[in-house]
């Protein structure tokens, strides 16, 4: 019960006055405020009074809500602008009045609507030169320079930073209101306020949470490393019965001075309501964007929810005729559009999209509404693609994520489907832009040799890392172009992926400023498996490019997979260790021995390590294995040159295997050329025995 008394601000039950600062340092003109602190349940300000000076004068709502939750604080400050200069990180809510503050002190009240006296203070010129008084477990003591309005306050010489200086920092985020029964696991957000100085690791986080007096649960989380902000997997709450509670926590240690971690406690009210007694009819409607498809058209559905004031659970799949799952089921919490590239063997095929309220938070008095299903007709019919028997590119579908976005510095995969009518080009090339801006990911390429030919691929594409923030968040599009076609997809890419942000990972057109001559160690996939047979060798090139001044050693090694378990033996079996001088490139070719093991979608990964480094740079692909031959397609990277089929041969040997897709067409000409052969044969072999038969009659 210590750890939760240490937790809470004050000692009284009501709305007081915190923190009185009447003497800022420099001039006092506009830059003068009065902190008060919420220590019970909600409160309305709205019509509330600052009685000062004989005058009650009236607030105005600038920032948050007048709705002032338990333990969070409000500031009335004489100007909103001047008082957001001096405290730029002050996230409580901002009010505005008129008021003078004397420098030698006077009484303050605080007024309900009412015009009742909710709180009281009679301050003297105790403090000023920028320190403020300060309301600490009832006691008003002087507090520390320049106050902390919006905190919890510090007495004066108690040491440690004000918050704004804080690099690291700690907050509620969850929802005010919460539901019994359901599991809360977003509960704090810790964050870099300095990312410029890089990551913050090994934190250390310990919270609270009380019904009352009662300690409900107490934990802790920690995290490896924060580079921006983290909010996800802060703690764990389920609700088990209504009421207020309130949440608090600390952080407890991080590899930081402890003058750079925020101290105080931070605190939040929240309301659990049990709804799952409540009656109520939640029904689910389905649509579609469409009924008919060609083969490779994209299908669009929206799942609907007829009262989303309770928290829900839908589960939806796709299936044939016969039930059998086409898109596995998947969990959901929210109505967002969905889609789904269409994709089948047969010619025709009837198809439903299935969804299905899996729970809800409230009693469901009618259930036969929960389920819905919609059909659709997929023609499957090689025309879907190539109706014109033209060379067609369709990109079938984006893996990015479980949302469907993709962070900057990830790698990311989309499965392409490609036909080769009578051309003579074989290349194709993917990447990533928006606008005229190609410069969001490395290019990929990759080959189809033979004509009349249809293939599925799926490529690999490195999404640029934006170290320094140049490239937006927002919706970016994937191009396939090839054979005088081209392919389009949206993808949305937001946020940094924060391992690739370090000198030695960004590109060079995407570091800082310069601060030294350092530069990158970089990577490119040159050829990687694609479609494998079990017990088979598989074999992958990587480029490493040094453009650093100095020798580094990478230590690199690969491995087939399928969730935690390796089919290509140790992990590490195939570990390398090469050094790569300064300015130099080298070529790099891992072997694995494919484990006994049943067809099906594996992946495939590469981890390469700089030095000393304990973070690996990762390369991820998808690896198709069944009964058929190996193939490894050639990857080039924008910047690289694509190696020569001769170059392939010499430096990497039978892995240049090329692909072998299925032929959909044969034209006239080719079709005789390849009866060639027979043709001589059986012409051959009548007359081989038309002369033995000649030779028998002469004998005679």
Avoid at 54 to 64: D, F, K, P, Q, T
Avoid at 481 to 487: D, L, M
Avoid at 529 to 551: C, F, K, L, Q
Wanted: proline share 4%; charged share 20%.
């Amino acid at each position: 019960m210590g750890c939760l008394l240490a937790l809470l601000p004050f000692a009284s039950s009501n709305v007081l006055l915190s923190e009185v600062m009447y003497d800022p340092d420099g001039s006092d003109t506009g830059r003068e405020w009065v902190e008060i602190y919420n220590n019970a349940t909600r409160v309305n300000l709205s019509g509330w009074k600052l009685y000062e000076s004989g005058i009650s004068h009236s607030l105005a709502l600038i920032n948050g809500s007048f709705l002032l939750e338990g333990s969070e604080y409000a500031v009335i400050t004489d100007n909103p602008a001047a008082f957001l200069a001096d405290y730029p990180s002050c996230n409580a809510t901002i009010l505005d009045s008129t008021f003078s503050l004397a420098n030698t002190g006077e009484y303050l009240a605080l007024r309900n609507a009412s015009m009742e006296t909710v709180d009281e203070y009679n301050y003297t010129a105790d403090a000023g030169n920028g320190k403020s008084m300060a309301n600490i477990n009832g006691t008003w003591v002087i507090g520390n320079i320049g106050g902390t309005p919006g905190y919890a306050n510090i007495p004066d010489g108690a040491g440690g930073a004000t918050p704004q200086s804080y690099r690291l920092t700690i907050e509620p985020v969850i929802d005010k209101t919460l539901f019994v029964g359901v599991t809360y696991t977003s509960l704090f957000k810790l964050t870099n306020n300095e990312p410029s100085l890089g990551k913050i690791y090994n934190i250390t986080a310990l919270y609270n949470i009380t019904k009352g007096w009662l300690l409900v649960h107490e934990g802790n989380f920690t995290k490896d490393e924060v580079s921006h902000y983290s909010s996800a997997s802060t703690g764990s709450f389920t609700p088990a019965e209504e009421g207020n509670y309130s949440l608090c926590a600390r952080v407890a240690g991080a590899a930081l001075p402890q003058p750079d971690i925020q101290a105080e406690a931070a605190c939040a009210a929240v309301e659990a309501i049990d709804t799952s007694s409540i009656p109520c009819n939640i029904s689910l409607n389905l649509s579609l964007n469409q009924t008919f498809f060609q083969e490779g058209e994209r299908l669009s559905y929206k799942i609907g929810i007829s009262d989303e004031s309770y928290p829900y659970i839908i589960t939806y799949w796709i299936e044939d005729l016969a039930g059998r799952p086409i898109r596995d089921a998947v969990n959901t919490t929210n109505d967002n559009v969905r889609t789904w590239t269409t994709a089948i063997d047969e010619s025709d095929r009837i198809l439903f999209v299935c969804a299905a309220l899996a729970e809800v938070a409230c009693t469901d008095n009618t259930t036969d509404d929960n389920n819905v299903r919609a059909m659709l007709l997929v023609n499957g019919s090689h025309s879907s693609l190539a109706p014109s028997g033209e060379s067609a590119i369709v990109i079938e579908e984006i893996y990015a994520g479980t949302d469907g976005s993709a962070k900057f510095g990830e790698g990311i995969r989309a499965r392409v489907r490609a036909y080769k009518a009578d051309e003579s080009a074989s290349q194709l090339k993917a990447w990533i832009e928006k606008g005229d801006e190609r410069a969001t990911s490395v290019q990929t390429t990759f080959s189809i040799f033979q004509k009349f030919t249809e293939t599925t691929i799926t490529l690999p594409l490195q999404l640029k890392p934006n170290c320094n923030r140049a490239l937006e968040d927002g919706t970016y599009t994937l191009v396939v172009e090839g054979f005088g076609r081209q392919a389009r997809s949206d993808i949305r890419i937001g946020d940094v992926l924060s391992s690739f942000c370090d000198a030695d990972k960004a590109s060079p057109s995407e570091q800082p400023a310069p601060s030294s001559t350092k530069k990158a160690v970089s990577y490119s996939l040159l050829a990687s498996p694609v479609r494998a047979e079990a017990s088979s060798v598989i074999e992958s090139e990587v480029e490493i490019t040094n453009t650093d001044d100095e020798d580094h050693t990478i230590t690199l090694y690969s491995y087939a997979y399928l969730g935690s378990k390796s089919y290509s033996g140790e992990r590490e079996a195939n570990k390398r260790q090469v050094i790569v001088e300064a300015g130099a490139i080298k070529k790099v070719a891992l072997k694995n021995q494919l484990s006994a093991m049943e067809s099906g979608d594996y992946k495939y990964k590469i981890r390469l390590y700089k030095d000393s480094q304990k973070t690996p740079f990762e390369i991820t692909t998808s690896l198709q294995v069944s009964g058929n031959a190996g193939e490894t397609l050639p990857l080039s990277a924008a910047g690289n040159v694509a190696p020569s089929e001769a170059e392939t041969k010499a430096e990497m040997e039978e892995i240049t295997i090329r692909q072998e897709p299925r032929v959909v067409y044969l034209s006239s000409d080719k079709k005789a050329q390849r009866l060639i052969p027979f043709v001589f044969i059986i012409t051959l072999s009548l007359m081989v025995i038309g002369v033995l038969l000649l030779g028998g009659n002469l004998g005679e």
